[in-house]
């Protein structure tokens, strides 16, 4: 079975610095990861994933992961932290054999101006 | 511009009431779905809608039920609301067929039972 662990479940950092947010995960298979964001009031959107090949994934706002299959991890970052990046973060890991995802418990990043 | 809509953003119900979701997209996506969103827990998966009429339980189904009798319309139905399910709720959907396909979510539904 899969399953997602989001290391703090709230992050904060200044804006203009890196942002770094950790996520571990469990799968039996080659895994296919996804990073969603929340804004406030809104709905998820995807930020970036990951399939096969290249394990430096690129995504939307500057943002970008990096799958490690020894570390079974993929962790977000963003060079340089905006205050519009102000937000909730979900990592997620397909279940096998189907569209189904297991969601992370969720990174609240704060951005201090 | 893709859709997926919720009829409500703010509910607010009483104990044993019955209640409606409703959710619709508008991207022809076969796949929908219905999670609870709980601080500390992240998105559980209430149910899943593969067709039309056809839906299988997720990880949390007790005290759910849905409904899809259209394509673009899926609902989630509180039989008789219960305190513990005052949570936030997002529906989303997805094109079948490949496990990469990115799912379209809609703004959410925060409700309150009293």
């Known amino acids: 079975a899969q399953s997602v662990t989001q290391l703090g479940s709230h992050v904060s950092v200044s804006e203009g610095a890196l942002v770094l947010l950790r996520c571990n995960y469990s799968?039996?298979?080659?895994?296919?990861l996804f990073w969603y964001v929340q804004y406030p009031n809104q709905g998820l959107q995807l930020l970036l994933k990951y399939t096969t090949g290249a394990t430096l994934v690129k995504g939307i706002n500057g943002f970008e992961a990096e799958f490690k299959k020894s570390e079974t991890s993929f962790h977000l970052t963003k060079p340089s932290a905006h205050m519009s990046d102000a937000a909730e973060y979900f990592c997620a890991v397909g279940r096998q054999g189907a569209q189904k995802l297991v969601f992370g418990q969720g990174t609240r990043l704060t951005i201090n101006p | 511009d893709v859709k997926v809509t919720q009829s409500s953003r703010y509910l607010v119900k009483r104990t044993g009431e019955k209640v409606f979701l409703e959710c619709v997209q508008d991207?022809?996506?076969?796949?929908m779905f219905w999670y609870r969103q709980d601080p500390g827990l992240g998105l559980r998966l209430i149910y899943f809608?593969?067709?039309?009429?056809?839906?299988e339980k997720g990880d949390i189904p007790e005290g759910y039920s849905v409904s899809r009798e259209k394509k673009e319309r899926f609902s989630l139905i509180l039989e008789s609301a219960s305190t513990n399910q005052t949570s936030m709720y997002l529906c989303a959907s997805i094109l079948a067929g490949s496990p990469y396909n990115e799912q379209f979510f809609g703004p959410g539904t925060r409700l309150t039972v009293l």
């Open positions: 991207m022809d996506h076969e796949n």
């Open positions: 809608s593969y067709d039309v009429k056809m839906k």
């Open positions: 799968s039996s298979v080659p895994p296919y």
